[in-house]
């Protein structure tokens, strides 16, 4: 079956009970047995949900993994993967990464003495320095949050394979129709289903994805035995968001290269970072490795004033100045002060992420519409 296809059909069957399209929404805790031992392969829905194991196939197939798993959310999915780890391993992980996930690895497993190293993952140099006999996890993101770096994944998983690390890429802002990692390599594939997958900002949900049988079976019993499950209302609506999930992404992505051509020219604007654009240091990689641009752009203004950023957060009235990304909607936000406000400001900057970078989620509503919004927005400011 084709990519466009795959969205509306893989995984899903009709319900073997009545012959329902649409996958139920299987709302049990357990499942009655005909003796002890012999059921229908659900025992109990912290184990098997039927509505989850369809989206858990589903993601697997669109992935190009062989198992998926999914959790109460993206951070519950990472918790799993590190929890493959034990005292005195450590973690490589791209230095400019989501706040959620920053703060997982250094406030919670560090303590679990489980230590990380952050480095800018575009240059492959700054990780074989970092590498040693305890690395075990390459953490990845591409494109990154906020900055939209792109690290080359080829490169960086032949990289751990030959060192017997594990790598783990989290997809979320390419979501499979732009980008799958596993084809590149990659051992794991991290998704918040909650962004794009899910489409519509209406649930959080987790999702791991991998072809490698041991890996596989390691998590599966991690996932049991921790029990981050997430219930099957919100499983059902990622399987309903995916339906759609090519023809969103296509439409942000459209909208995301003329709003960042049209913020290159705005005198107001400093640097706008969005890998489509041609002048950008990523745009080949990205042509390399992803089918499309995405529909994330970060941007600073020419004065780099956080006092201006503010202002422009709250006078736009088509973007909702809202945390999260990937739905239908447009969403803006101040990564300084939101979703990044758990990284110390010094290693922030150091990192490239300035007081006035505005992060813009594009969504799919006329493309005029989002560009009046945000010249009076910046004019505003
Ligand atoms: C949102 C997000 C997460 C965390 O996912 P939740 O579903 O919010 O727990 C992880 N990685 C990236 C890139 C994200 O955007």
């Keep these: ?225 921790c029990g981050a499950v997430p219930g099957p209302m919100d499983s059902f609506l990622v399987l309903r968001g995916i339906k759609t999930l090519h023809v969103r992404v296509d439409r942000a992505c459209a909208n995301a290269m003329k709003l960042a051509e049209y913020l290159k020219g705005h005198k107001a604007v400093g640097r706008v970072l969005y890998p489509g654009l041609e002048d950008n240091p990523y745009h080949a990689l990205a042509v390399e490795q992803m089918t499309g641009f995405g529909g994330m752009i970060s941007f600073d203004l020419a004065n780099d004033s956080q006092e201006a950023a503010r202002k422009v957060l709250s006078a736009t009235k088509v973007f909702a100045l809202a945390e999260s990304l990937g739905g239908v909607e447009s969403l803006i936000g101040h990564p300084a002060s939101m979703t990044h406000g758990s990284i110390p400001r010094d290693e922030r900057i150091a990192a490239g992420l300035m007081d006035s970078t505005i992060r813009l989620s594009v969504g799919i509503e006329d493309v005029e519409d989002l560009m009046e919004d945000l010249d009076q927005a910046i004019a505003a400011s």
């Design 1 to 225: 079956m084709r990519k466009n296809s795959k969205y509306i059909h893989a995984g899903v069957h009709p319900d073997p009970s009545t012959g329902a399209i649409m996958t139920p929404i299987y709302q049990t805790s357990t499942f009655v047995q005909t003796a002890p031992g012999e059921h229908k392969g659900y025992e109990y829905a912290r184990t098997q949900n039927p509505t989850r194991i369809t989206l858990e196939n589903a993601l697997a197939e669109l992935e190009g993994g062989t198992h998926g798993m999914c959790f109460g959310s993206g951070m519950a999915a990472m918790d799993a993967v590190v929890k493959l780890l034990k005292t005195g391993d450590e973690v490589i992980a791209s230095n400019d990464l989501y706040g959620g996930s920053y703060r997982l690895l250094t406030k919670i497993f560090e303590q679990f003495g489980i230590k990380s190293h952050f480095v800018d993952m575009s240059d492959l140099q700054n990780i074989k320095e970092k590498i040693n006999g305890n690395t075990k996890l390459l953490w990845v993101e591409t494109p990154t949050n906020p900055l939209l770096r792109l690290v080359d994944i080829q490169a960086l998983t032949d990289l751990a394979k030959e060192n017997g690390i594990i790598s783990c890429v989290d997809n979320t802002f390419a979501s499979p129709h732009l980008q799958t990692p596993i084809a590149l390599g990659a051992d794991i594939v991290l998704h918040s289903a909650t962004k794009y997958l899910g489409g519509h900002s209406d649930c959080v949900l987790g999702a791991l994805v991998t072809a490698d049988e041991h890996l596989a079976e390691r998590l599966y019993f991690i996932q049991n035995s």
